[in-house]
């Protein structure tokens, strides 16, 4: 699918992504990475961490609906093509993200905003394999070769 | 106050995903895609979170305690980089170029029902779970 460059709306919502993680841990000390929630969620270290981590995730899966309840736009999607590349990826990004203890909220946002050197590298390093999973996918293979 | 605050929190977080077009795989592949269909507009979405973000994260190291919960639970600010470190963020990257999904954008993405989305975040979910015990199997072999 075809995108165009959207600077306006990529940097507002983008400060509403760092709005969000503002209120997290100005209120409730979390550091807003969506993979360490979510394991917060599947391995509670506490009841408070599950009952907040629910509370999160709930907001973030009601949102599409409260974007259609304020009148907000179609939402455009190209979602992966295929099923075993769902799966695949999904393992990788769930795996790796508590591996290396974040993700693109969690190390992109949240810990580059506080200077942290293990974000910065973990975000270069995300961030190239990234790019070379789409160049292949794009440029090497021409899509994902298993249906 | 705590959990309406983050019910709050993720659903801004949301509407920032879909205002940003984060929520489209396609947009994030398309930054990615840097010999290709370049899209810079991810890397304006990160420049807006982190502007609003370093404040915030400034105000709170000057702060004793958050404002409805005990204790600040944030990273120590000397943790080394490690091969762990490292070893997890290129396999996370691997996967997000691959599907144009990270943790964020494909739970709020739920809703809309896409089967590869639901595929997708199940697949998250035993990975995160596999992660968590392989990370308890190693810390419980380095204690003996």
Redesign the interface.
């Known amino acids: ?7 306006l ?24 990475g ?2 360490g929630i ?2 917060s969620l ?2 509670p270290p506490s009841v ?1 961490a599950f ?3 629910t ?13 259609s309840a304020l009148g ?1 736009s179609l ?9 075993s ?17 974040g ?3 969690g ?8 200077l ?3 974000s910065l ?3 270069a ?11 292949i ?3 090497v293979t021409g899509g ?1 070769p298993w249906g | ?27 994030v ?2 930054f ?6 370049w ?4 890397a ?14 400034w ?2 190291s000057r ?1 004793a ?5 005990p ?5 120590r ?1 000397d ?3 490690t091969t ?21 954008p ?7 029902g ?1 089967q ?2 639901l ?14 015990r ?2 308890s199997r190693r810390s419980a072999e380095a204690a003996v």
């Open positions: 699918m075809e995108t165009h460059f959207t600077p709306p990529a940097f507002l919502g983008g400060s509403l992504i760092g709005l969000a993680a503002a209120m997290l841990v100005l209120l409730t000390g979390r550091v807003a969506v993979s979510v394991r599947a391995v408070r009952l907040g981590s509370a999160f995730l709930a907001g973030l899966v009601a949102a599409p609906f409260a974007w907000g939402i455009e999607q190209a979602v992966p093509a295929s099923t590349l769902s799966t695949i990826a999904g393992l990788l990004v769930g795996f790796g993200a508590i591996l290396g203890g993700c693109t909220s190390h992109g946002v949240c810990g580059l905003s506080q942290s050197v293990r590298v973990a975000t390093t995300f961030m190239s394999t990234a790019a070379l999973a789409v160049y996918l794009r440029h994902w | 106050m705590g959990l309406i605050s983050q019910l709050v929190a993720g659903l801004i977080f949301g509407i920032g995903l879909i205002v940003s077009g984060m929520i489209n795989p396609a947009k592949q398309n990615l895609d840097v010999a290709g269909s899209d810079p507009s991810l304006f979405v990160m420049a807006g979170a982190i502007a609003v973000a370093v404040p915030a994260f105000i709170a702060r305690r958050p404002a409805f919960a204790a600040f639970e944030l990273p600010a943790a080394p980089v762990r470190l490292v070893g997890g963020a290129a396999i996370f990257g691997a996967g997000w170029g691959l599907a144009g999904f990270c943790p964020g494909a739970i709020a993405s739920l809703g809309l896409a590869s989305t595929l997708f975040v199940a697949a998250m979910l035993a990975g995160v779970l596999a992660a968590d392989f990370l």
